[in-house]
């Protein structure tokens, strides 16, 4: 049923919603205009009310924008704990704010549930980069070595996969592997990032993320100054992860500025996530290359109101390509999160 025409329609921005809605504004107000508010209000107060009919619940990644982090999601975090909340959900409605592989696997955790992304176009290049059957002629060329496939990828590659990981746990899963010889899948800069931590021989894709590899360990030194504390994932080139003084998935970052009494940090991966971070830890000092994620930029709120309001583009996955890409991610789950912060 389509509820364009009733009072869940966005009510127009003026000084009553305002008011309604002051103790948010003044919390994300150093990255949010006042002119802007005046425009994501109004979509804000209708997704809450839209999240309360459908029973709803909005996961959003770390790198999504501030409008949507701090105005409308119920769980914010890295993708493995999108993975864990979409697992255990007991809502009705998944509205993944992320990217396209971030809510197949969601479906593929609850296939029971409606999991709505507001932007179908919301891809990855490292999901892009590589097919099942490239999947299938890897095995044929390293007969015996099992399958880590990071979670950037489609249901159709996962299903090939022996065990998904993601940046939270990729070193523990390729150890938990019973073998010497290990396919690692797709990003080459993980998997050269995990060949570093681990004994065993790694086979590489030729994967790589479109925002991460822009970074240099040039620009880093460039950057570089006394008292600033360079924070890197791990999707990024060898010579970044060389100048970081820490390296880890984006809920791990955020857990080395909340533990770590840090007061000027440099953020070396997406940068909606600084805005984010700067929001939280007020008392902290940003510095960001900014580079964005062209996929990640593509939700927005009026996007978001609209899959709501139309409960449309539903997130399908093929039953048994879920079925067998269950088993990988379901394993990966039970792993759980495993690094440093
Ligand atoms: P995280 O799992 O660390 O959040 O990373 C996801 C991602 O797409 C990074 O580019
Ligand atoms: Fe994919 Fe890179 Fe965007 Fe993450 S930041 S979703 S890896 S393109």
Known sequence: MSLAHTNLAPRAFDSELAAQYADLYTRVSDRITPDEWAVHLPYIDAIRSLKSLRRAVVLAHNYQSPEIFHGIADVCGD???????????????????????????AKILSPDKTVLIPDSDAGCSLAESITAADVRLLRQ???????????????????????????????????????????????????????????????????????????????????????????????????????????????????????????????????????????EFPSVSFTRPCNLCPHMQRITLPKVYRALRDMAPVVEVDAEVARRARRAVQRMLDIGRREAA
Not at 270 to 277: G, K, P, Q, R, V
């Open 79 to 105: 993708s493995l704990a999108l993975a864990q909340r979409a697992a255990d959900s007991s809502a009705d409605v998944i509205v993944l704010c992320g990217v396209h592989f971030m809510a197949e696997t």
């Open 141 to 279: 060329r390293y007969p015996g070595a099992p399958v880590v496939t990071y979670v950037n990828t489609s249901a159709e590659v996962k299903a090939e996969s022996d065990v998904c990981c993601t940046s939270a746990n990729a070193v523990h899963v390729v150890e938990s592997m019973d073998a010497d010889t290990v396919i690692f899948l797709p990003d080459k800069y993980l998997g050269k990032y995990v060949a570093t931590q681990t004994r065993k021989r790694l086979i590489l894709w030729e994967g790589s993320c479109e925002v991460h590899e822009r970074f240099t360990g040039a620009e880093i030194r460039s950057l570089r100054e006394p008292g600033l504390s360079v924070l890197a994932h791990p999707e990024c080139p060898p010579d970044v992860l060389e100048e970081a003084d820490f390296v880890g998935s984006t809920a791990a970052m955020t857990g080395a500025i909340r533990d770590g009494k840090m007061d000027r940090v440099l953020l070396i991966t997406e940068c909606s996530m600084a805005d984010n971070l700067a929001i």
